[in-house]
């Protein structure tokens, strides 16, 4: 069901030599055999296609899976974050405050645990149709949203309604210590769908247009990334307000493709207990984008038509701005921020 706006918002086929029919030139003198007929040529076999690449990552894959949306802490109180790194997407999300909250896509990885898992937004409910159906994963969310997640183009695996896939994670204190066992929650989704083209392409990076970058930050009112390229590990090492952005699993948040997406963003209807807009972050339409990618910064266009629609990228020049294989962060950006 479409989420109701809140604001205004060859082979060719195989070549077979037929045999060649007898003359009557060619017919043999009495008394003569006749000459042997040339064998029939054997069907040439068709060509075999290259494997594609899975379409979150362009990394190879032995078959589509489904997709588990996971909504994710992403302040100094819930780290390190479990999980993310198994991640295909991750999409950085502005919310109340001036901070940002993750929302992770799992399909080709799926990791045991994933968390701290928080509660859901708004915004979530306009990204999550481009992949069809997908489980979603959160901790609730407040009274006055609920009857829009249950319209959403999703399966709702929160911890209300699947409370036995979520435990508290020792250690951590609440609410950042809420966790869920990932296979449990899919458990509860069988129809999820499986990954499927969001628009996204892989592979060599344009041969212009790219600027030579050590670092790049996009800001949020009250809250900051850094990604900052290592030429060792082929890799965009993430850090969050100054500090280098850990994984619970050990090392550093890091993405080969990081693309800042620059979004219209508005109050939405919805606010917290301080009174505290939440920001409803507009994913269709056009607009342009940043493109990190080999060390490279690329400016870029993005479109998608509509909310079941994948996001396409290109160049300035209009061909397609190809990911490097791998995880892509997508930070959800605006140059006119909501003031919370």
């Not at 009495?30 to 042997?36: D, H, L, Y």
């Not at 296609?49 to 379409?55: A, F, R, S, T, V």
């Not at 247009?209 to 390229?229: D, I, M, N, Q």
């Not at 919805?270 to 690329?298: C, E, M, Q, W």
Request: charged content about 20%; proline content about 9%.
């Amino acid at each position: 069901m479409q989420l109701p706006r809140m604001i205004t918002v060859t082979l060719a086929g195989a070549a077979v030599l037929l045999p060649m029919a007898a003359c009557s030139s060619n017919e043999p003198a009495p008394g003569k055999a006749a000459a042997p007929q040339a064998a029939t040529a054997a069907p040439s076999e068709e060509p075999t296609e290259e494997p594609k690449g899975h379409p979150f990552t362009g990394k190879p894959y032995d078959e589509l899976r489904p997709v588990l949306a996971v909504k994710i802490e992403n302040t100094a109180a819930g780290k390190p974050q479990m999980g993310l790194k198994s991640a295909d997407i991750v999409y950085v999300e502005q919310v109340e405050a001036g901070l940002t909250r993750l929302m992770a896509i799992f399909s080709s990885k799926l990791p045991p645990k994933v968390g701290p898992v928080r509660s859901a937004r708004i915004s979530d409910l306009h990204i999550a149709p481009q992949f069809g159906k997908p489980a979603f994963s959160y901790s609730g969310a407040q009274t006055k949203m609920l009857p829009f997640i249950a319209q959403a183009s999703l399966f709702d695996v929160g911890d209300t309604r699947n409370p036995g896939a979520y435990f508290r994670q020792p250690g951590r204190f609440a609410p950042y210590n809420l966790f869920a066992n990932t296979k449990e929650l899919l458990t509860k989704a069988p129809k999820a769908s499986k990954a499927k083209d969001i628009g996204f392409t892989f592979g060599e990076a344009p041969a212009e247009g790219g600027v030579e970058r050590k670092s790049y930050t996009v800001k949020w009112p009250a809250a900051r990334l850094t990604f900052a390229w290592s030429e060792e590990k082929k890799q965009w090492m993430i850090w969050q307000d100054g500090k280098k952005d850990m994984a619970a699993e050990g090392g550093q948040q890091s993405a080969p493709t990081v693309v800042i997406q620059y979004t219209k963003t508005e109050r939405s209807e919805f606010h917290d207990k301080n009174s505290s807009y939440t920001p409803l972050v507009h994913t269709t339409g056009k607009g342009s984008a940043i493109v990190l990618r080999d060390g490279k910064a690329f400016k870029a266009r993005w479109e998608r038509e509509s909310e079941k629609s994948g996001t396409t990228f290109t160049t300035e020049s209009g061909e397609p701005m190809n990911f490097a294989p791998g995880q892509v962060w997508v930070a959800l950006a605006s140059r006119k921020p909501v003031i919370p």
